[in-house]
Nanobody
Framework: QVQLVESGGGLVQAGGSLRLTCAVS????????MGWFRQAPGKEREFVGA????????YVADFVKGRFTISRDNAKNTVYLQMNSLKPEDTAVYYC???????????????WGQGTQVTVSS
C-alpha cells in the first residue's frame, strides 16, 4: 500500500511563500514520477507540476512558471513544491500524486495524498 501525506499548507498573504511537502511510504519511491495538482472549489483538478524519478527533469504549468519549483529527495522519500509570489488565485487544495511516468492529466496517476489546503489572502 502506497501512502502519500502532504503537509505545509496554510494561510498566507499575497506575495508570500509556502513549501509543501509530500512524504511517500514506498520502498520503490525513487523509481516513481511525482506530481502536484490542485483543485479549487467548483473547478476540476489541474496539473501544477511534476518531476521525473531521477529528479533531472521537472515540469510546471504555465500559470506557475517562474513562481513554483519542484524538487525531490529520494533518500527521504519526499517531494517538495516551493511556492513563491503566491496569488489569491492560487488558493486551492493541493494534492501530491505518484505514478510511473509524468503525464499532465490527473486520471493516470495511480496514487494520491489526501490534500493540503492553501489559502492566499489579498
Amino acid at each position: 500500500q502506497v501512502q502519500l501525506v502532504e503537509s505545509g499548507g496554510g494561510l498566507v498573504q499575497a506575495g508570500g511563500s509556502l513549501r509543501l511537502t509530500c512524504a511517500v511510504s514506498e520502498r520503490t519511491f525513487s523509481s516513481r514520477a511525482m506530481g502536484w495538482f490542485r483543485q479549487a472549489p467548483g473547478k476540476e483538478r489541474e496539473f501544477v507540476g511534476a518531476i521525473r524519478w531521477s529528479g533531472d527533469t521537472t515540469y510546471v504549468a504555465d500559470f506557475v512558471k517562474g513562481r513554483f519549483t519542484i524538487s525531490r529527495d529520494n533518500a527521504k522519500n519526499t517531494v517538495y513544491l516551493q511556492m513563491n509570489s503566491l496569488k489569491p488565485e492560487d488558493t486551492a487544495v493541493y494534492y501530491c500524486a505518484a505514478g510511473n511516468v509524468v503525464v499532465f492529466a490527473a486520471a493516470p496517476w495511480g496514487y494520491w495524498g489526501q490534500g493540503t489546503q492553501v489559502t492566499v489572502s489579498s
